[in-house]
């Protein structure tokens, strides 16, 4: 599996959002593979680097590319367990002078600045966490011109340890539709759901449907 930083779909049970990852990212030397995650590389590959904010970090994998490729980024989660992995990879690859690193949770404290990208991967959590709204305030960060992407599964991955056969996921649109953001000032760039090969957990190989948002600050 690709790294896919904040998969949504485990049973642990937590007392607060903190707790949670700290547990999750506690668990194992490393959780994810280190590559940054498909739709990212696509995507950024064709805009011109600048300043990037990238939200639900986890272990570093899209901020590293993003650095190596000649962004400056400032790289955020919740958990200092997964921070530190991040300035591992980052110090190894030669590009930690390129990112900055905050704890926060994003509920409580969103990182001040105007970013050209603002990357929200598989932003979503098993503990109570106001998504649209910060989602939202991901939006307000853009400088203008700057673009929003969030990627979202758009279908249960076969490996997943959900404890429901069936989960309802929204699509693209209704997305974008949640975020209820002023079209004289944002618009939505790409509402696309798009299917990627990927490995699982236990070297299991499957096609999951991804739904891809991007919005754009009008300059």
């Known amino acids: 599996m690709t790294n896919t930083k904040h998969d949504h779909h485990h049973e642990r049970p937590a007392t607060s959002a903190r707790e949670f990852w700290d547990g999750l ?29 990238d939200l639900g970090c986890g272990e570093g994998g899209d901020a590293v590319w993003l650095a190596e490729h000649g962004w400056t980024v400032t790289a955020v989660d919740i958990t200092e367990i997964a921070l530190d992995r991040l300035r591992a990879l980052a110090a190894e690859r030669g590009v930690g002078e390129r990112i900055r690193t905050e704890r926060r949770d994003l509920v409580a404290e969103f990182p001040t600045g105007a970013f050209d990208l603002v990357s929200a991967q598989f932003l979503q959590s098993p503990v109570e966490f106001p998504r649209a709204r910060v989602l939202r305030r991901a939006a307000e960060a853009l400088a203008p011109g700057g673009l929003l992407l969030i990627v979202d599964h758009g279908a249960m991955p076969p490996w997943s340890r959900h404890p429901e056969n069936h989960v309802d996921f929204p699509s693209p649109r209704e997305v974008y539709e949640e975020l209820t953001l002023d079209e004289t000032v944002w618009g939505a760039e790409l509402l696309e759901q798009r299917e990627r090969s990927a490995t699982g957990p236990d070297g299991e190989s499957a096609v999951l449907i991804d739904n891809i948002i991007a919005i754009r600050r009008h300059g």
Do not use: D, K, Q
Request: aromatic share 10%; glycine share 14%.
């Open 25 to 53: 990212y506690g668990e194992r030397e490393r959780i994810w593979s280190g590559n940054p995650n498909a739709w990212l590389v696509a995507i950024a590959g064709e805009l011109t680097p600048g300043a990037a904010l």
